[in-house]
Nanobody, 123 residues
């Protein structure tokens, strides 16, 4: 079993930056792909970014390309999401997810989820 805990959310002005972290406990994440998803009020869960187990491949939804960067440290069992140039439309609850055989942008293929962290971007 894997437990995921997100941190780093908060309130930031448009154009600002935040770094989200996801700490894993239980089993190692070294063989698992990791992803970040978000859910804005009244909207469906949306894929944001993902990273392969080795860290050699990363994937982003178009709306965050060039602004967000996903990274991982398997030795520390952590995954980070660096968010720059934040926009009000980035406001959402952000969730960390892990899975060993995933379709990167399909939340149904991830096995483990964190509880979420709120990101609010004011205009």
């Amino acid at each position: 079993q894997v437990q995921l805990v997100e941190s780093g959310g908060g309130l930031v002005q448009a154009g600002g930056s935040l770094r989200l972290s996801c700490a894993a406990s239980g089993r190692t994440l070294s063989a698992a792909a990791m992803g970040w998803f978000r859910r804005a009020p009244g909207k469906d869960r949306e894929f944001v970014a993902a990273i392969s187990w080795s860290g050699s491949s990363t994937y982003y939804t178009d709306s965050v390309k060039g602004r967000f960067t996903i990274s991982r440290d398997n030795a520390k069992n952590t995954v980070n999401l660096h968010m720059n140039s934040l926009k009000p439309e980035d406001t959402a609850v952000y969730y960390c997810a892990a899975g060993r055989s995933v379709d990167y942008n399909n939340y149904l293929t991830y096995n483990y989820w964190g509880q979420g962290t709120q990101v609010t971007v004011s205009s």
